[in-house]
């Protein structure tokens, strides 16, 4: 069973900057996508950024967080960084990592992301 570690969440003050990283626990064969999704209190998950693994991969980002945040992969590693700057108060969710193969789905437990104003 493959899992998603996932790994850098916290507590940061408005401007501030964290960076979360998520790997697979072992190497799975066509990964065609890694991303990040966040779901606040009583709001529904929504798509952060997300980055393919197919040659020339592209990556696409929430409006909100064009600018700001930036995804960018490892595909030896199979891991994907989210490199989170100018963090403000409503970025605070738990952020969850995801993957996608040719058979299904797969996400990691979430880490919290704190943003104090």
């Known amino acids: 069973q493959v899992q998603l570690v996932e790994s850098g969440g916290g507590l940061v003050q408005a401007g501030g900057s964290l960076r979360l990283s998520c790997a697979a626990s072992?190497?799975?064969?066509?990964?065609?996508?890694m991303g990040w999704y966040r779901q606040a209190p009583g709001k529904q998950r929504e798509l952060v950024a997300v980055?393919?693994?197919?040659?020339?991969?592209?990556?696409n980002y929430a409006d909100s967080v064009k600018g700001r945040f930036t995804i960018s992969r490892d595909n030896a590693k199979n891991t994907v960084y989210l490199q989170m700057n100018s963090l403000k108060p409503e970025d605070s969710a738990v952020y969850y990592c995801?993957?996608?193969?040719?058979?299904?789905?797969?996400w990691g437990q979430g880490t919290q992301v704190t943003v104090s104003s």
């Open positions: 072992r190497s799975i064969f066509s990964i065609n996508a």
């Open positions: 980055a393919g693994f197919t040659s020339g991969g592209s990556t």
């Open positions: 995801n993957l996608k193969h040719s058979y299904g789905s797969i």
